[in-house]
């Protein structure tokens, strides 16, 4: 379970690889919700595809065709392979201010055209893991992992005072972290023995009528 900062193709495909089922919300979760984003014409999301053609027509009703591919490497060495979409002529299109995004463009916008960068694996990774985080059990993940990792950094700062590393270095800062989680690993084991919730390990959605 992650929040959305983790989500990448990499990531989707690292989890996969290790037998892992990943519970990633997407980047654009939060901002899909909004009217702004499903009317947006520049996005790929918002564009009709016709799977026959390979292709994706838009506003004005024009085609973008795949004109080939795009590589691209991270950090980690791992290349992220992009099918490119292209329209042919974008020319006299009244939504062109709308469409084309980017303003540090050298070319004029009179003679630019539409481009599209794809990843269908992404794509593909994206859509099961929505399909997953959206399931009642993906939702009582989420519901965990906001009141586990948040309320985490809240006692460590607040309650136990931690807000600097004492020491130098990544050895050290390593040393200390250790210690840190496991005074807090110590202090939430002898809370749970008090509470008897030992073997309760997430919380459970609240149901409403």
Known sequence: M???GYESEENYLFLEKNGQSSYIKPTNYEISKTRKYR???SRQENMSYDKETDSYTCKNGKRLYASGTRRSRTASGYVNVATVYRCGDCSGCPHKDKCIKGNNCKTPMEERTKVLYVSRTKEEKRAENLG???SEYGTQLRMNRSIQ???TFAVV???M???QYLYRGMKNALAESVLVAIAYNFNKLHWK???QKTGIRLYE???TA
């Open 2 to 4: 992650a929040d959305a």
């Open 39 to 41: 009317t947006d014409i």
């Open 132 to 134: 997953r985080i959206m």
């Open 149 to 151: 990792a948040e309320g």
């Open 157 to 159: 700062k607040e309650d």
């Open 161 to 163: 005072g931690f807000r």
């Open 193 to 195: 023995i008090q509470s």
């Open 205 to 207: 959605l609240n149901k």
